[in-house]
Nanobody
Framework: QVQLVESGGGLVQAGGSLRLSCADS????????MGWFRQGPGKEREFVAA????????SYADSVKGRFTISRDNAKNTVYLQMNSLRPEDTAVYYC?????????????????WGQGAQVTVSS
C-alpha cells in the first residue's frame, strides 16, 4: 500500500524558492516511478515532473525546465521537487503521485496513488 503525504508548500514572492517533499509510509516506494502534478485555480491538473524508480531518468514540463528539479531518496521513501525562480503562474496545488512502472510518464491517468496536495502561492 502506498500512502503519500506532501509537505513544504507555502507563500513565496516571485523569484523565490520552495522545496516540496512527498513521503511514502509504505515499504514499496522504490518500486514506483514518481511524478509531480499541479492544478491551478480553474485549470486542469497538469504534469510538472517525473522520475524513474532508480532516479536515473527524469522528465519535465516545458514550463518548468531549468527552474524545477525532481529528485528522490529511496532510503527515506521520499521524492522532492526543488522549485527556483518561482513565478505567479506557478501558483497551484501540487500533488505527488506514484506509478507502478519503471519509467517516467507525463500522463496523470497512469498514476495510481496520489497525495492530498500542497498549496504553493507565488505573489508578484
Amino acid at each position: 500500500q502506498v500512502q503519500l503525504v506532501e509537505s513544504g508548500g507555502g507563500l513565496v514572492q516571485a523569484g523565490g524558492s520552495l522545496r516540496l517533499s512527498c513521503a511514502d509510509s509504505g515499504r514499496t516506494f522504490s518500486s514506483y516511478a514518481m511524478g509531480w502534478f499541479r492544478q491551478g485555480p480553474g485549470k486542469e491538473r497538469e504534469f510538472v515532473a517525473a522520475i524513474s524508480r532508480n532516479g536515473g531518468s527524469t522528465s519535465y514540463a516545458d514550463s518548468v525546465k531549468g527552474r524545477f528539479t525532481i529528485s528522490r531518496d529511496n532510503a527515506k521513501n521520499t521524492v522532492y521537487l526543488q522549485m527556483n525562480s518561482l513565478r505567479p503562474e506557478d501558483t497551484a496545488v501540487y500533488y505527488c503521485a506514484a506509478r507502478s512502472q519503471l519509467w517516467v510518464s507525463p500522463d496523470r491517468r497512469e498514476y495510481r496513488y496520489w497525495g492530498q496536495g500542497a498549496q504553493v502561492t507565488v505573489s508578484s
